[in-house]
């Protein structure tokens, strides 16, 4: 059985049974001060094997003004860090990642998923480097100053201030996801990068076909970036949206097979803690995918009638079962090491150091 590192490019830390959790709410728009950081998100986290996560601060829909929303998001992540200095570490660099993996902590890397915060300011991705940011998305699902979603039906690709976004965030070194970007917006975003990119969580288009999950052509050009392609546990993995652990394997094989074993990993974009009363979950659910249609942020394949996660590849035993399912599919311990952290690991030593 393999014991290396488990990085997730894409999480979320909350115990979603809480009164307040954004999945408790089921609240529309995100605010990192409903998260809830307690005893057992991080009892939980450590148990499931953890070592570093991919969380999402900052603007991503709403109505808030992205940019002083995504400052205070960043307060916010600062101060629950502060608050836990024997459970978490905040991610600067790649040794921080290897040093939580040691000392038994947790590394948080501050991620966004939306770039509209930056509001055709340059400077700002610089402010947000220094700040700690170390994964900038440039899309949610629609459109916006630097190019179209992955539900925005023109497909139009990078915009000019799009490409200099793309050319700021590889100067400061800031991983570039092309995660719910629309084709185009992503491969335009390839060729313009002077840095390997990232796609931290996605499914496979050959295998579904949803606009959420990416082509071969993007997934095969982001390997050849010298990139990293990260798979998640969520609906759009199966046709039907009701998505199995299986499922999650099939998608993980098929990337290997188009990227290479040296560019895929998982990007859950969950919790490690488990819904625990998932029928009054259920209950709530359809309010929250007919807001997000109504917002226009909803995405082909959200449901009211499918769980956004992979009922049977939740807990803290998640990534254990994904392990055992990887063997028996042949995997070699060296193989499932790569998915399970040293990719997302090696790909941030190519990005994030000078």
């Known amino acids: 059985m393999t014991t290396g590192m488990i990085i997730n490019a894409l999480g979320i830390l909350d115990n979603p049974n809480a009164t307040h959790s954004l999945a408790a709410a089921h609240k529309l728009v995100q605010d990192s001060a409903d998260l809830t950081i307690d005893e057992r998100t991080l009892a939980d986290a450590h148990a499931s094997g953890l070592t570093a996560v991919n969380i999402t601060l900052g603007y991503t829909i709403g109505d808030a003004e992205p940019y002083a929303h995504t400052l205070h998001e960043i307060e916010v992540w600062d101060r629950i860090i502060a608050e836990h200095p024997d459970d978490l570490v905040k991610v600067l660099t790649p040794d921080d990642i ?5 000392d038994g902590r947790i590394g948080v890397v501050y991620g966004f998923q939306n770039a509209v915060a930056l509001d055709y300011d340059l400077s700002r991705v610089h402010q947000f480097r220094d700040l700690g940011v170390r994964v900038i998305q440039l899309t949610y699902n629609q459109a916006n100053d630097l190019g179209d979603g992955a539900m925005a039906p023109e497909n139009r690709g990078l915009t000019p201030f799009g490409r200099e ?8 070194r800031i991983m570039v996801d092309l995660s719910h970007s629309g084709e185009n917006t992503c491969l335009d975003a390839i060729r313009v990068a002077k840095l390997p990119v990232s796609i931290n969580h996605t499914g496979c288009r050959a295998l579904v076909d949803l606009p959420r999950n990416k082509t071969d052509e993007e997934l095969r050009l982001v390997a050849d970036s010298g990139g990293f392609v990260g798979i998640y546990f969520m609906p759009f993995v199966h046709p039907t949206g009701h998505a199995r652990a299986e499922d999650v394997v099939a998608h993980i094989v098929h990337a290997v097979d188009v990227c290479g074993e040296d560019h895929v990993g ?12 998932l029928d009054a979950y259920q209950a709530r659910l359809a309010e929250h995918v007919a807001q997000r249609q109504a917002a226009g942020v909803g995405a082909a394949g959200e449901r009211a009638d499918t769980y956004p996660f992979v009922v049977d590849l939740r807990g803290v035993d998640q990534f254990r079962k994904l392990i055992g399912l990887l063997a028996h599919r042949g995997f070699s311990d060296d193989r499932i090491d790569k998915i399970m952290g040293r990719n ?10 000078a």
């Open 165 to 172: 976004a793309v050319e700021a965030l590889c100067d400061s």
């Open 98 to 102: 290897r040093a939580a993996h040691r």
């Open 266 to 277: 998982i990007g859950t974009d969950g919790s490690v803690t488990s819904i625990d009363d």
């Open 344 to 353: 997302f690991l090696a790909y941030a030593d190519r990005v994030w150091s």
